[in-house]
Protein backbone atom coordinates (compact mmCIF):
# COMPACT_ATOMS: atom_id res chain seq x y z
CA UNK A 1 0.00 0.00 0.00
CA UNK A 2 1.18 3.27 -0.96
CA UNK A 3 0.48 6.24 1.20
CA UNK A 4 1.41 9.59 -0.26
CA UNK A 5 -0.13 13.18 1.14
CA UNK A 6 -1.64 15.49 -1.06
CA UNK A 7 -3.17 18.41 1.15
CA UNK A 8 -1.70 19.46 3.86
CA UNK A 9 -3.59 23.72 4.76
CA UNK A 10 -3.95 24.60 8.52
CA UNK A 11 -5.88 21.76 10.43
CA UNK A 12 -6.89 20.28 6.80
CA UNK A 13 -5.50 17.08 5.27
CA UNK A 14 -5.87 14.66 2.29
CA UNK A 15 -3.81 10.94 1.81
CA UNK A 16 -4.20 9.54 -1.34
CA UNK A 17 -3.69 5.76 -0.80
CA UNK A 18 -3.09 3.21 -3.67
CA UNK A 19 -3.26 -0.55 -2.84
CA UNK A 20 -1.20 -2.07 -6.29
CA UNK A 21 -3.04 -4.90 -8.25
CA UNK A 22 -0.59 -7.72 -7.48
CA UNK A 23 -1.50 -6.88 -3.39
CA UNK A 24 -4.94 -6.87 -4.29
CA UNK A 25 -4.97 -10.31 -6.26
CA UNK A 26 -2.81 -11.82 -3.62
CA UNK A 27 -5.27 -10.64 -0.58
CA UNK A 28 -7.94 -12.55 -2.97
CA UNK A 29 -6.70 -15.21 -3.30
CA UNK A 30 -5.85 -15.48 0.34
CA UNK A 31 -9.56 -15.28 1.11
CA UNK A 32 -9.93 -17.59 -2.19
CA UNK A 33 -7.69 -20.30 -0.72
CA UNK A 34 -9.29 -19.61 2.85
CA UNK A 35 -12.84 -20.75 1.32
CA UNK A 36 -11.94 -23.18 -0.77
CA UNK A 37 -12.20 -25.86 2.22
CA UNK A 38 -15.49 -24.41 3.32
CA UNK A 39 -17.56 -24.33 -0.06
CA UNK A 40 -19.82 -26.95 -0.67
CA UNK A 41 -20.27 -27.37 -4.36
CA UNK A 42 -22.13 -29.97 -6.68
CA UNK A 43 -19.85 -32.19 -8.46
CA UNK A 44 -16.98 -31.53 -6.20
CA UNK A 45 -15.80 -33.27 -3.03
CA UNK A 46 -15.49 -31.16 -0.18
CA UNK A 47 -12.01 -29.20 0.01
CA UNK A 48 -11.34 -29.94 -3.98
CA UNK A 49 -12.65 -27.10 -5.65
CA UNK A 50 -10.70 -25.25 -7.79
CA UNK A 51 -9.72 -21.91 -6.89
CA UNK A 52 -9.92 -20.94 -10.22
CA UNK A 53 -13.32 -22.29 -10.16
CA UNK A 54 -13.94 -20.16 -7.29
CA UNK A 55 -12.69 -17.54 -8.38
CA UNK A 56 -15.31 -17.56 -11.48
CA UNK A 57 -18.41 -17.71 -9.21
CA UNK A 58 -17.01 -15.40 -6.45
CA UNK A 59 -14.33 -13.60 -7.51
CA UNK A 60 -15.81 -10.23 -8.34
CA UNK A 61 -17.78 -10.12 -4.39
CA UNK A 62 -14.90 -11.72 -2.45
CA UNK A 63 -12.98 -8.59 -3.74
CA UNK A 64 -16.07 -6.29 -2.50
CA UNK A 65 -15.26 -7.77 0.26
CA UNK A 66 -11.52 -6.93 0.45
CA UNK A 67 -12.11 -3.29 -0.91
CA UNK A 68 -13.88 -2.90 2.43
CA UNK A 69 -11.46 -4.19 4.77
CA UNK A 70 -9.03 -2.10 2.82
CA UNK A 71 -11.71 1.00 3.81
CA UNK A 72 -12.01 0.03 7.00
CA UNK A 73 -8.66 -0.62 8.06
CA UNK A 74 -6.76 1.69 6.22
CA UNK A 75 -8.34 5.04 7.87
CA UNK A 76 -7.17 3.93 11.18
CA UNK A 77 -4.01 2.90 10.34
CA UNK A 78 -2.91 5.40 8.57
CA UNK A 79 -3.71 8.36 11.05
CA UNK A 80 -2.34 6.08 13.48
CA UNK A 81 1.02 6.07 11.70
CA UNK A 82 0.79 9.88 11.31
CA UNK A 83 -0.01 10.19 15.14
CA UNK A 84 -2.95 12.39 14.19
CA UNK A 85 -6.52 12.75 15.84
CA UNK A 86 -9.39 13.54 12.85
CA UNK A 87 -12.09 15.60 14.31
CA UNK A 88 -14.32 13.94 12.74
CA UNK A 89 -14.90 10.20 10.35
CA UNK A 90 -12.42 10.92 7.31
CA UNK A 91 -14.65 11.31 4.05
CA UNK A 92 -13.44 8.71 1.30
CA UNK A 93 -13.58 9.39 -2.51
CA UNK A 94 -12.94 6.69 -4.95
CA UNK A 95 -13.46 6.51 -8.54
CA UNK A 96 -16.93 6.55 -9.59
CA UNK A 97 -16.34 5.48 -13.38
CA UNK A 98 -18.25 2.39 -13.34
CA UNK A 99 -14.98 0.45 -15.77
CA UNK A 100 -12.55 1.38 -13.89
CA UNK A 101 -14.48 0.24 -10.69
CA UNK A 102 -14.91 -3.07 -12.88
CA UNK A 103 -11.04 -3.12 -13.67
CA UNK A 104 -10.38 -3.08 -9.45
CA UNK A 105 -12.72 -5.99 -8.70
CA UNK A 106 -11.48 -8.12 -11.76
CA UNK A 107 -8.00 -7.60 -10.24
CA UNK A 108 -6.91 -5.80 -13.72
CA UNK A 109 -5.70 -2.30 -11.88
CA UNK A 110 -4.64 -0.90 -8.53
CA UNK A 111 -7.29 -0.07 -6.19
CA UNK A 112 -6.97 4.02 -5.68
CA UNK A 113 -9.05 6.38 -2.86
CA UNK A 114 -8.32 9.31 -1.21
CA UNK A 115 -9.18 10.24 2.54
CA UNK A 116 -10.07 13.83 3.39
CA UNK A 117 -9.80 14.85 7.13
CA UNK A 118 -9.62 17.97 9.70
CA UNK A 119 -7.11 17.21 12.30
CA UNK A 120 -7.63 18.29 15.72
CA UNK A 121 -4.85 20.84 16.61
CA UNK A 122 -2.39 20.22 19.32
CA UNK A 123 -3.34 21.25 22.93
CA UNK A 124 -1.19 22.48 25.33
CA UNK A 125 -3.01 22.30 28.97
CA UNK A 126 -2.12 25.20 30.99
CA UNK A 127 -1.34 26.11 34.53
CA UNK A 128 -4.20 26.61 36.14
CA UNK A 129 -3.85 28.29 39.48
CA UNK A 130 -4.16 31.59 38.07
CA UNK A 131 -8.04 31.66 37.17
CA UNK A 132 -9.98 33.25 39.99
CA UNK A 133 -13.43 32.15 39.97
CA UNK A 134 -16.09 34.47 42.34
CA UNK A 135 -18.87 31.48 43.25
CA UNK A 136 -21.70 33.74 44.08
CA UNK A 137 -23.61 31.95 46.87
CA UNK A 138 -27.25 32.62 47.68
CA UNK A 139 -28.29 32.16 51.35
CA UNK A 140 -32.26 30.81 51.52
CA UNK A 141 -34.04 33.29 53.83
CA UNK A 142 -36.64 31.41 56.35
CA UNK A 143 -39.45 33.47 54.58
CA UNK A 144 -38.57 32.29 51.16
CA UNK A 145 -38.92 28.93 52.71
CA UNK A 146 -41.98 29.67 54.63
CA UNK A 147 -43.35 31.21 51.17
CA UNK A 148 -42.79 27.57 49.80
CA UNK A 149 -44.07 25.63 52.41
CA UNK A 150 -47.32 27.84 51.88
CA UNK A 151 -47.68 26.83 48.11
CA UNK A 152 -46.70 23.55 48.62
CA UNK A 153 -49.38 23.21 51.70
CA UNK A 154 -52.11 24.99 48.89
CA UNK A 155 -52.27 22.07 46.52
CA UNK A 156 -54.12 20.34 49.48
CA UNK A 157 -56.01 23.07 50.90
CA UNK A 158 -59.44 22.60 50.80
CA UNK A 159 -62.47 24.88 49.80
CA UNK A 160 -66.18 25.17 50.97
CA UNK A 161 -68.67 26.35 48.96
CA UNK A 162 -70.65 29.83 49.46
CA UNK A 163 -72.98 32.06 48.25
CA UNK A 164 -72.44 34.76 46.87
CA UNK A 165 -69.78 36.39 44.82
CA UNK A 166 -66.53 35.40 43.92
CA UNK A 167 -62.98 36.76 45.46
CA UNK A 168 -59.97 36.19 44.92
CA UNK A 169 -58.39 33.24 46.01
CA UNK A 170 -61.55 31.52 45.75
CA UNK A 171 -62.31 28.46 43.71
CA UNK A 172 -64.75 28.66 40.99
CA UNK A 173 -66.00 25.72 39.34
CA UNK A 174 -67.15 26.46 35.30
CA UNK A 175 -68.35 25.15 32.35
CA UNK A 176 -66.37 27.63 29.12
CA UNK A 177 -66.63 27.27 25.75
CA UNK A 178 -64.24 29.19 23.58
CA UNK A 179 -64.21 30.57 20.04
CA UNK A 180 -61.92 32.05 17.56
CA UNK A 181 -63.49 34.00 14.63
CA UNK A 182 -67.19 32.83 15.96
CA UNK A 183 -65.80 28.96 16.00
CA UNK A 184 -65.26 27.07 19.04
CA UNK A 185 -61.40 25.27 18.67
CA UNK A 186 -60.24 22.26 19.98
CA UNK A 187 -58.66 22.59 23.13
CA UNK A 188 -60.71 25.78 24.27
CA UNK A 189 -64.16 24.34 26.19
CA UNK A 190 -63.96 22.33 29.21
CA UNK A 191 -67.23 20.92 31.29
CA UNK A 192 -66.16 21.34 35.62
CA UNK A 193 -62.86 23.18 35.47
CA UNK A 194 -61.86 24.16 38.66
CA UNK A 195 -60.00 27.73 38.86
CA UNK A 196 -58.23 29.48 41.86
CA UNK A 197 -58.77 33.19 41.31
CA UNK A 198 -55.18 34.71 41.35
CA UNK A 199 -53.51 31.38 40.72
CA UNK A 200 -52.42 32.34 37.17
CA UNK A 201 -54.03 29.00 35.98
CA UNK A 202 -55.38 30.45 32.49
CA UNK A 203 -54.25 33.11 30.59
CA UNK A 204 -53.47 36.58 31.44
CA UNK A 205 -57.20 38.38 32.45
CA UNK A 206 -59.13 35.34 32.39
CA UNK A 207 -59.44 34.29 36.18
CA UNK A 208 -60.10 38.45 36.82
CA UNK A 209 -63.62 38.04 34.77
CA UNK A 210 -64.84 35.41 37.51
CA UNK A 211 -64.42 38.10 39.88
CA UNK A 212 -67.99 39.13 41.36
CA UNK A 213 -69.89 36.06 39.92
CA UNK A 214 -71.49 33.56 41.99
CA UNK A 215 -73.02 30.13 41.31
CA UNK A 216 -75.85 30.24 38.38
CA UNK A 217 -74.19 33.23 36.58
CA UNK A 218 -73.26 33.33 32.69
CA UNK A 219 -70.98 35.21 30.92
CA UNK A 220 -69.21 36.15 27.90
CA UNK A 221 -65.75 38.17 27.35
CA UNK A 222 -63.32 38.74 25.14
CA UNK A 223 -59.48 37.80 25.91
CA UNK A 224 -56.04 38.35 23.53
CA UNK A 225 -53.65 35.62 23.83
CA UNK A 226 -50.21 36.28 24.50
CA UNK A 227 -48.59 36.57 21.48
CA UNK A 228 -45.62 34.41 22.88
CA UNK A 229 -48.59 32.02 23.63
CA UNK A 230 -47.42 28.07 22.53
CA UNK A 231 -50.25 27.17 20.32
CA UNK A 232 -49.04 29.38 16.87
CA UNK A 233 -53.03 29.53 15.83
CA UNK A 234 -54.19 31.17 19.01
CA UNK A 235 -50.40 33.49 19.68
CA UNK A 236 -51.90 37.16 19.65
CA UNK A 237 -55.65 36.30 18.56
CA UNK A 238 -58.63 37.70 20.13
CA UNK A 239 -60.94 34.77 21.59
CA UNK A 240 -64.51 34.65 22.92
CA UNK A 241 -65.15 32.98 25.92
CA UNK A 242 -69.17 31.70 27.00
CA UNK A 243 -68.52 30.76 30.65
CA UNK A 244 -71.56 29.29 33.30
CA UNK A 245 -70.75 29.05 36.99
CA UNK A 246 -71.58 26.13 38.61
CA UNK A 247 -69.74 26.20 42.54
CA UNK A 248 -68.22 28.90 44.22
CA UNK A 249 -66.10 27.62 47.21
CA UNK A 250 -64.05 29.73 49.62
CA UNK A 251 -60.79 28.24 50.36
CA UNK A 252 -60.33 27.51 54.33
CA UNK A 253 -57.36 29.02 56.75
CA UNK A 254 -54.23 27.37 55.72
CA UNK A 255 -52.42 26.37 58.90
CA UNK A 256 -49.24 25.04 58.48
CA UNK A 257 -48.94 22.16 61.38
CA UNK A 258 -48.62 17.90 61.33
CA UNK A 259 -52.08 17.36 60.43
CA UNK A 260 -51.47 19.31 57.15
CA UNK A 261 -48.02 17.32 56.70
CA UNK A 262 -49.91 14.25 57.12
CA UNK A 263 -51.84 14.85 53.99
CA UNK A 264 -48.69 15.48 52.00
CA UNK A 265 -47.30 12.00 53.17
CA UNK A 266 -45.08 13.49 56.04
CA UNK A 267 -44.65 13.16 59.52
CA UNK A 268 -44.24 16.71 60.65
CA UNK A 269 -44.42 19.97 59.31
CA UNK A 270 -41.09 20.58 60.94
CA UNK A 271 -40.03 17.91 58.15
CA UNK A 272 -42.33 19.30 55.68
CA UNK A 273 -39.89 22.79 55.62
CA UNK A 274 -36.75 20.46 56.17
CA UNK A 275 -37.35 19.23 52.51
CA UNK A 276 -38.47 22.34 51.45
CA UNK A 277 -35.44 24.28 52.61
CA UNK A 278 -33.39 21.16 51.49
CA UNK A 279 -34.72 21.49 47.82
CA UNK A 280 -34.40 25.33 47.48
CA UNK A 281 -31.03 25.04 48.38
CA UNK A 282 -30.65 22.15 45.91
CA UNK A 283 -31.77 24.32 42.94
CA UNK A 284 -29.69 27.31 44.18
CA UNK A 285 -26.73 25.36 44.35
CA UNK A 286 -27.10 24.01 41.08
CA UNK A 287 -27.38 27.78 39.75
CA UNK A 288 -24.27 28.55 42.13
CA UNK A 289 -22.20 25.91 40.15
CA UNK A 290 -23.44 26.91 36.71
CA UNK A 291 -22.08 30.85 37.16
CA UNK A 292 -18.89 29.37 38.69
CA UNK A 293 -18.71 26.71 35.31
CA UNK A 294 -19.58 29.73 33.21
CA UNK A 295 -16.81 31.59 34.48
CA UNK A 296 -14.12 28.43 34.26
CA UNK A 297 -15.00 27.92 30.28
CA UNK A 298 -14.89 32.10 30.41
CA UNK A 299 -11.40 32.01 31.86
CA UNK A 300 -10.40 28.68 29.46
CA UNK A 301 -11.76 30.52 26.49
CA UNK A 302 -9.72 33.97 27.02
CA UNK A 303 -6.53 31.52 27.17
CA UNK A 304 -7.07 28.81 24.36
CA UNK A 305 -7.45 30.57 21.34
CA UNK A 306 -6.58 27.97 18.09
CA UNK A 307 -8.06 27.27 14.66
CA UNK A 308 -11.08 24.90 15.47
CA UNK A 309 -12.08 22.50 12.54
CA UNK A 310 -14.19 23.97 10.42
CA UNK A 311 -16.70 20.53 9.73
CA UNK A 312 -17.13 20.31 13.51
CA UNK A 313 -17.71 24.07 13.65
CA UNK A 314 -20.30 23.67 11.14
CA UNK A 315 -22.08 20.84 12.07
CA UNK A 316 -22.38 22.66 15.81
CA UNK A 317 -23.39 25.91 13.79
CA UNK A 318 -26.32 23.69 11.89
CA UNK A 319 -27.28 21.84 15.03
CA UNK A 320 -27.72 25.47 16.48
CA UNK A 321 -29.25 27.21 13.45
CA UNK A 322 -31.82 24.79 13.15
CA UNK A 323 -33.10 24.97 16.30
CA UNK A 324 -33.54 28.77 16.79
CA UNK A 325 -35.25 29.27 13.44
CA UNK A 326 -37.96 26.27 14.49
CA UNK A 327 -38.28 27.86 17.78
CA UNK A 328 -38.99 31.30 15.90
CA UNK A 329 -41.12 29.82 13.30
CA UNK A 330 -43.18 27.58 16.33
CA UNK A 331 -43.94 31.10 18.16
CA UNK A 332 -44.64 33.15 14.71
CA UNK A 333 -41.88 35.63 15.33
CA UNK A 334 -38.92 36.97 13.35
CA UNK A 335 -36.00 38.16 13.99
CA UNK A 336 -36.84 41.45 14.05
CA UNK A 337 -39.22 40.35 16.98
CA UNK A 338 -35.90 39.40 18.81
CA UNK A 339 -34.36 42.87 17.65
CA UNK A 340 -31.76 41.86 15.49
CA UNK A 341 -31.84 40.21 12.07
CA UNK A 342 -30.80 37.00 10.16
CA UNK A 343 -27.39 38.16 9.94
CA UNK A 344 -26.50 39.43 13.28
CA UNK A 345 -28.04 36.01 14.69
CA UNK A 346 -26.04 34.31 12.06
CA UNK A 347 -22.78 36.23 13.18
CA UNK A 348 -23.54 35.51 17.38
CA UNK A 349 -24.57 31.87 17.08
CA UNK A 350 -21.35 31.22 14.67
CA UNK A 351 -19.43 32.59 17.45
CA UNK A 352 -21.16 30.64 19.98
CA UNK A 353 -20.36 27.38 17.58
CA UNK A 354 -16.53 28.46 17.44
CA UNK A 355 -16.79 28.54 21.32
CA UNK A 356 -18.26 25.59 22.05
CA UNK A 357 -16.15 23.40 20.04
CA UNK A 358 -13.01 25.22 21.08
CA UNK A 359 -13.80 24.27 24.97
CA UNK A 360 -15.39 20.90 23.90
CA UNK A 361 -11.70 20.47 22.86
CA UNK A 362 -9.88 21.75 25.09
CA UNK A 363 -11.54 19.68 28.15
CA UNK A 364 -11.43 16.48 26.39
CA UNK A 365 -8.02 17.29 26.66
CA UNK A 366 -7.81 18.20 30.37
CA UNK A 367 -10.02 14.92 30.77
CA UNK A 368 -7.46 12.67 28.84
CA UNK A 369 -4.42 13.83 30.24
CA UNK A 370 -6.13 13.79 33.90
CA UNK A 371 -7.10 10.38 32.94
CA UNK A 372 -11.03 11.22 33.63
CA UNK A 373 -13.06 8.05 32.96
CA UNK A 374 -16.98 7.61 32.42
CA UNK A 375 -17.63 4.03 34.62
CA UNK A 376 -19.82 2.03 33.19
CA UNK A 377 -22.36 2.37 35.91
CA UNK A 378 -22.21 5.72 35.41
CA UNK A 379 -23.77 5.52 31.65
CA UNK A 380 -26.00 2.92 32.84
CA UNK A 381 -27.87 5.55 35.28
CA UNK A 382 -27.76 7.93 32.66
CA UNK A 383 -29.34 5.90 30.07
CA UNK A 384 -31.61 4.67 32.57
CA UNK A 385 -32.48 8.22 33.25
CA UNK A 386 -33.01 9.39 29.34
CA UNK A 387 -35.12 6.65 28.75
CA UNK A 388 -37.66 6.98 32.05
CA UNK A 389 -38.46 10.25 30.00
CA UNK A 390 -40.19 8.21 27.47
CA UNK A 391 -43.39 6.42 27.48
CA UNK A 392 -43.20 2.83 28.61
CA UNK A 393 -44.44 1.38 25.56
CA UNK A 394 -41.40 2.94 23.62
CA UNK A 395 -38.62 2.25 26.38
CA UNK A 396 -37.05 -0.69 25.27
CA UNK A 397 -37.23 0.29 22.05
CA UNK A 398 -34.94 3.49 23.06
CA UNK A 399 -32.67 1.37 25.02
CA UNK A 400 -32.13 -1.16 22.05
CA UNK A 401 -31.21 2.08 19.96
CA UNK A 402 -28.79 3.34 22.58
CA UNK A 403 -27.19 0.02 22.73
CA UNK A 404 -26.17 -0.63 19.46
CA UNK A 405 -25.57 3.00 18.30
CA UNK A 406 -21.76 4.38 19.47
CA UNK A 407 -22.76 7.71 18.63
CA UNK A 408 -26.17 7.90 20.38
CA UNK A 409 -24.87 6.40 23.39
CA UNK A 410 -21.15 8.98 23.49
CA UNK A 411 -23.97 12.11 23.46
CA UNK A 412 -25.17 10.74 26.67
CA UNK A 413 -21.21 9.85 28.09
CA UNK A 414 -20.33 13.53 26.72
CA UNK A 415 -22.02 15.79 29.32
CA UNK A 416 -21.00 13.36 32.30
CA UNK A 417 -17.48 13.77 31.11
CA UNK A 418 -17.72 17.60 31.14
CA UNK A 419 -18.91 18.08 34.27
CA UNK A 420 -16.42 15.52 35.84
CA UNK A 421 -13.58 17.10 34.23
CA UNK A 422 -15.23 20.80 35.27
CA UNK A 423 -15.13 19.26 39.03
CA UNK A 424 -11.45 18.43 38.41
CA UNK A 425 -10.77 22.33 37.52
CA UNK A 426 -12.98 23.82 40.30
CA UNK A 427 -10.61 21.73 42.81
CA UNK A 428 -7.84 23.49 40.82
CA UNK A 429 -8.66 26.78 40.53
CA UNK A 430 -8.87 29.85 43.15
CA UNK A 431 -12.53 29.80 43.86
CA UNK A 432 -13.98 32.41 46.37
CA UNK A 433 -17.43 32.13 47.74
CA UNK A 434 -19.24 36.17 47.36
CA UNK A 435 -22.60 36.25 49.11
CA UNK A 436 -25.21 37.75 46.77
CA UNK A 437 -28.80 38.24 46.10
CA UNK A 438 -31.40 35.60 44.95
CA UNK A 439 -32.19 38.23 41.96
CA UNK A 440 -28.13 38.51 41.46
CA UNK A 441 -27.83 34.96 41.49
CA UNK A 442 -30.47 34.60 38.59
CA UNK A 443 -29.49 37.05 36.43
CA UNK A 444 -28.17 36.29 33.00
CA UNK A 445 -25.10 36.94 31.58
CA UNK A 446 -25.08 37.72 27.54
CA UNK A 447 -22.90 33.82 26.90
CA UNK A 448 -25.97 32.38 28.74
CA UNK A 449 -28.53 34.28 27.14
CA UNK A 450 -27.07 32.94 23.77
CA UNK A 451 -27.07 29.48 25.22
CA UNK A 452 -30.45 29.52 26.67
CA UNK A 453 -31.69 30.68 23.59
CA UNK A 454 -30.07 27.97 20.71
CA UNK A 455 -30.99 24.97 23.58
CA UNK A 456 -34.48 26.21 24.24
CA UNK A 457 -36.01 24.60 20.73
CA UNK A 458 -34.10 20.73 22.19
CA UNK A 459 -36.21 21.04 25.08
CA UNK A 460 -39.47 21.98 23.39
CA UNK A 461 -39.21 19.33 20.39
CA UNK A 462 -38.18 17.27 23.39
CA UNK A 463 -41.15 18.20 25.12
CA UNK A 464 -43.38 18.40 22.21
CA UNK A 465 -42.41 14.50 21.42
CA UNK A 466 -42.93 13.15 25.01
CA UNK A 467 -46.29 14.71 25.05
CA UNK A 468 -47.08 13.45 21.23
CA UNK A 469 -46.36 10.27 22.93
CA UNK A 470 -48.83 10.25 25.92
CA UNK A 471 -51.14 11.39 23.23
CA UNK A 472 -50.82 8.06 21.30
CA UNK A 473 -50.81 6.40 24.74
CA UNK A 474 -54.10 7.65 25.65
CA UNK A 475 -55.18 6.96 22.49
CA UNK A 476 -54.47 3.33 22.35
Do not use: C
Amino acid sequence: MQVSETLNSGLKREIKVTVPAKDMEARLMARLDEAKDKVRLKGFRPGKVPVQHLRRMYGKSFMAEVVNEILNDSSRTILADRGEKPAMQPEITMTEDEKEAEKVLAGAADFEFSLSYEVIPPIEIKDFSSIKINRPVYDVPEDEVEEQVKRVADSVRTYEPKDGKAENGDKVTIDYVGKLDGEPFEGGSANDSEVVIGHGQFIPGFEDELVGLKAGDTKTFKITFPESYAAQHLAGKEVEFDITVKQVAAAEELTINDELATKLGLESAEKLREIIRSQLESQYGQMTRQKAKRQLLDALDESYKFEAPSKLVEAEFNNIWSQVTRDLEAAGRTFEDEDTTEEEAREEYQRLAERRVRLGLVLAQIGEEANIQVSDDEMQRALIETIRRYPARQQQEIYDFYRQNPQALASIRAPIFEEKVVDQLLSQVDVTDQKVSRDELLAEDEVEGQEKKAEGATKKKAAAKKKAAKKEDAAE
